[in-house]
């Protein structure tokens, strides 16, 4: 690979990039959405307009790549909630025989749950609506994995929390890592003329993959020792005992908080505890990031674009939520009686506010 | 800016001192090399600069040393991470974040710089490190020279007073390597940077060093001294000093410049020589490449003892086209059933077919316009290459110009996209693993990937079952290449030059006509390499074809007969070595530069010349 090679390949230049958060805003957005419907030509909609997007957004980086492995992931969970519908019954009821399985009988106490037997059109009708609302929603983390890696994302949390994210990032990486080196040692036992495939090939790997992996651990380690990584600036004891105080404080008002807004007797004050609870929690985060150092290179812009993009996601989230309530039977077609799901003109409309982000210029033109 | 003041440096577990008695120092802008032997502690008295060494790795570390007035005892590496830039022997278990701008910038986060100082520094070093094409590439994607250049570049941004380098170019290309000695040199002579590093292949670096701090043996006290005084002494020398040493000269030459003016005399002994005919093979016609092949048909006949055949092989008739392991593939393994040869045997596609005839016995491996897409990239186009029992070829080329691409198609490792690859009639990536041990075997860029167990001795029976041969021959094999070695040693114990050779053991087992090696003289000193490439001429006048994908010019210099030249996939050339080389100002070794016009390859050369 040469510079020359490159000037073809659509690289992502980090001045027109957008904020990772506003990709990850969108994606959860859309995910809300698919949560609040089981139409299938909503969710249909929905997946497709996502697609799109990244179709037209997705970066030439590797971790691009994992758009394919979610919706592969999306299908087996549809596939998954289908077959599980069909061979354990479901209590949908239904007339629509399709067929019948052989049913397999369950002593007494295994009671309620039912192997094989009728199979009918509504239960499976019923499955696929449920599973497409899941795979929908994954379908709509891997757009956002797609679009803005979650590397990036991190870099945008506090500072107080930065070297933790750091930590998690790097954790991250190993599993791509240990990937790369199952794939070069079966290709190393392909050249000692043992079979590169099968289990027993993964196997045999197995301990000198770790070997590697912890090795590479280590050195990574020291790299990031000898970089400067961990520095803490001096701050006076006060204002690190402060700094505790807070942030424990916060925490245990956000679980009382929490715990009283649950609780029927708590009403009145869960509310107000948390708050503070949270506000108490973030000063003392706020007032953490002065121990940390560390400065931003070029932190990523929250632009117009940005909001662009977060607002068409938060549009389709907030349209299909007030369908859901305004128009339940459309969002939600009956499968006792069966009808065929017709088409709501405004939710629909509104899941295609969602291809917005489509408009926005490519970033490298 | 660096002093070591009788440092010794004990690991745990270890009954002796991996150095000892260090006491040098090193002033402000000065560029010192660290040389010496595999396994002598030059990473040890590197990481402790870094201070990595003993507050990361353990072991005791007795004495001082003082980096920028700083203590390593009382300050932690990220504490000294402003005052020191450390680049380690692997790029990949340096980088932390995923692009190449990020990454430059990361160093800088660490230590708070403001934001404007940060920005204007990356575009700097981007453009000193050649990096600025590169900047929002994700790091995975680069080649081997690329990120050696943003792991230097990562460490240059915090503008560190001392940077400490382990093999900084022994990854690259002659090209990319010397690219990056102009960026250290610069560094030193405009911003008064101090460098400490470790290289073994003091050819490329000796010449911008100010001092060399010389660590002769385990835990040895160092010399340290002038390069030239330095050089009269070590027992790791680069070909130029060899010359020198040779010729007599002194002080003794560290540049090719240097050398050649000296070398008048040396070319007109050697000139003379060749007349008198007291050196049979060195014809005005092409010495090189007669001396070469007289030097492999030695190599055949000795193994052989076909001592009369020495002559035949070392006058090739045609003009010397054609190395000369002619006489000694005949002898050679019988595996493909073709009766001797006596006469040399020439390959098709040379420039002079009409005065060759057609081969007797076909080709070990037969590459037909191969072409190779790995992730949309193009590795390889329209590549032909066809390799001849008893032929040794390097693969020369920049990093990523598709050298390993072409190796791993050849044992199947890579399916061609377009284009076909036969290896002893088979196909390699249909063939099923064992059937193809028995044809093709490669040594891969790390040898330590072919080792899954915990002895030698259990490698050894692993190998033997594996390509189904009679037990005890790969230990045979090894106790050939590596004398010494005990049956319980952990092979991650052994140094790089001993896994290598273990690694080749084990793939010679199956007995593969066709050996492939993927850069194999990384990280190994002279000594070890001087034994491999006696270890490879001895196994190509057994027969074997050997392909090396190479950045060491001297290496290819001393063993191949032919040279294929690669670059962005393509075969930009392709003939004997003496040609290739001694036409392209970088990929010639130094002695070729040295005597050129006459056109010499190795010291071993001269030496048998002058003898």
């Known amino acids: 690979m040469s510079p020359g090679d490159l000037r073809g390949c659509p690289g992502r230049s980090r001045r027109t990039t957008l904020h990772p958060g506003a990709w990850w805003l969108w994606a959860v957005s859309l995910g809300t959405a698919a949560t609040r419907t089981t139409n299938p030509l909503l969710l249909g909609l929905l997946i497709a307009a996502s697609g799109y997007v990244v179709a037209t957004h997705r970066s030439p980086a590797p971790w691009a790549r994992s758009y394919t492995a979610f919706v592969k992931l999306a299908l087996a969970v549809l596939l998954v909630r289908v077959v599980f519908a069909v061979a354990l019954g479901s209590p949908i009821p239904g007339t629509h025989t399709l067929l019948t399985l052989p049913e397999i009988p369950l002593p007494h106490w295994a009671q309620g749950i039912r192997l094989g037997g009728r199979v009918t059109a509504e239960a499976v009708v019923f499955a696929a609506y449920d599973g497409l609302k899941l795979a929908t929603l994954l379908v709509c983390v891997g757009a956002a994995n797609a679009l803005a890696s979650p590397t990036r994302l991190l870099k945008s949390l506090p500072g107080a929390l930065y070297e933790t994210g750091v930590a998690v990032v790097v954790a991250l990486t190993f599993a791509p890592h240990l990937i790369a080196d199952v794939q070069r040692l079966r290709a190393a036992r392909r050249l000692r003329g043992r079979p590169d495939r099968g289990v027993r090939g993964l196997l045999q790997v197995g301990l000198p993959v770790l070997e590697g992996a912890l090795e590479r651990s280590v050195a990574l380690a020291a790299a990031m020792e000898s970089r400067g990584y961990g520095r803490t600036a001096e701050v006076p004891a006060r204002v690190r005992r402060t700094t505790a105080a807070l942030t424990l404080g916060g925490l245990l008002g956000v679980c009382a908080g929490t715990y009283g807004m649950l609780t029927a007797e708590g009403g009145s004050y869960g509310l107000p505890v948390l708050l503070a609870g949270v506000a108490a929690a973030l000063a003392g985060l706020r007032l953490g990031g002065r121990r940390s150092l560390r400065t931003r290179y070029r932190p990523d812009p929250w632009g117009p674009r940005a909001w662009l993009v977060t607002g068409s996601g938060a549009a389709v989230a907030a349209l299909l939520t007030l369908a859901s309530v305004r128009d339940p039977q459309a969002l939600h077609p009956g499968v006792v009686p069966l009808v065929a799901p017709a088409l709501p003109l405004w939710p629909a409309a509104a899941v295609l506010l969602a291809l917005l982000p489509a408009l926005v210029p490519r970033e490298h033109p | ?611």
Request: aromatic share 2%; with cysteine; net charge neutral.
């Open chain 2, 1 to 611: 800016m660096i002093r070591f003041e009788d440092v010794s440096v004990t690991y745990e577990g270890a009954a002796e001192p991996v150095v000892a008695g260090v006491d040098f120092e090193v002033p402000e802008g000065e560029l010192v090399l660290l040389a010496g032997p595999s396994g002598v502690g030059k990473s040890t008295v590197l990481g402790a600069v870094s201070g990595l060494v003993p507050h990361f790795t353990g072991g005791t570390l007795r004495g001082r040393v003082t980096v920028a007035g700083r203590d390593t005892r009382t300050h932690q590496p990220r504490h000294l991470a402003d005052v020191v830039g450390t680049v380690g022997q692997d790029p990949l278990a340096h980088f932390v974040t995923d692009t190449v701008e990020d990454e430059l910038a990361y160093g800088m986060e660490s230590l708070g710089l403001a934001p404007e100082v940060m920005r204007r520094r990356v575009e700097e070093t981007l453009d000193l490190l050649g990096l600025a094409g590169l900047r929002d590439r994700p790091i995975a994607t680069l080649s081997g020279g690329q990120r050696q250049r943003v792991a230097i570049g990562s460490v240059l941004t915090p503008h560190p007073q001392v940077l400490v380098l382990d093999e900084p170019t022994s990854a690259l290309d002659p090209a990319a390597a010397e690219e990056v000695l102009a960026v250290l040199q610069r560094l030193v002579h405009d911003l008064g940077t101090t460098v400490l590093m470790a290289e073994h292949r003091l050819e490329r670096v000796i010449q911008y060093a100010d001092r060399v701090v010389l660590l002769p043996g385990p835990g040895e006290p160092p010399v340290v001294g002038a390069p030239a005084e330095v050089m009269a002494v070590s027992p790791v020398f680069p070909p130029v000093v060899d010359l020198g040493r040779l010729a007599g000269w002194s002080p003794l030459p560290l540049t090719v410049r240097d050398a050649r003016r000296r070398a008048a005399g040396l070319r007109a002994r050697l000139s003379a020589r060749a007349e008198t005919g007291s050196v049979a093979t060195a014809t005005a016609a092409g010495p090189v490449t007669a001396t070469a092949g007289g030097e492999a048909a030695v190599a055949a006949g000795r193994r052989a003892s076909g001592a009369a055949r020495v002559g035949t092989g070392g006058a090739p008739s045609g003009g010397g086209a054609v190395p000369a392991p002619a006489s000694g593939h005949s002898l050679g393994r019988p595996r493909h059933g073709a009766p001797d040869v006596p006469s040399p045997r020439r390959s098709l596609f040379r420039r002079r077919p009409a005065a060759a005839p057609a081969p007797r016995r076909p080709p070990i491996a037969d590459v037909r316009s191969l072409s190779l897409h790995r992730d949309r990239v193009r590795a390889l186009r329209h590549v032909n290459l066809t390799v001849a029992p008893g032929e040794t070829i390097a693969l020369m080329g920049r990093n990523g110009a598709g050298k390993s691409t072409l190796l791993s198609s050849l044992v199947g490792l890579l399916a061609p996209t377009a284009g076909s690859v036969t290896v002893g009639g088979l196909t390699p990536h249909r063939t099923p693993p064992p059937t193809l041990v028995r044809e093709v075997g490669l040594v891969p860029q790390d040898p330590r990937d072919l080792l899954y167990t915990d002895t030698v001795a259990e490698e050894c029976t692993a190998a033997d079952r594996d390509a189904g041969a009679a037990p005890g021959t790969c230990r045979a094999l090894v106790s050939g290449l590596l004398p010494g070695i005990a049956d319980d040693t952990h092979p991650r114990d052994l140094s790089e030059g001993q896994c290598l050779a273990l690694a080749l053991a084990v793939v010679l087992t199956a007995r593969p006509p066709l050996l492939l090696l993927d850069e194999p003289t990384r990280g190994l000193d002279y000594a070890a390499k001087a034994r491999l490439v006696a270890v490879l001429r001895g196994l190509a006048a057994e027969g074997h074809a050997i392909v090396l994908a190479t950045h060491d010019v001297e290496l290819a210099a001393e063993l191949a007969h032919r040279v294929v030249l690669l670059a962005e996939g393509e075969v930009i050339a392709d003939g004997p070595t003496a040609e290739i080389v001694v036409s392209s100002p970088s990929f010639a070794p130094q002695v070729t530069k040295i005597l050129a016009p006459q056109r010499w390859l190795t010291v071993a050369e001269v030496r048998k010349a002058l003898a």
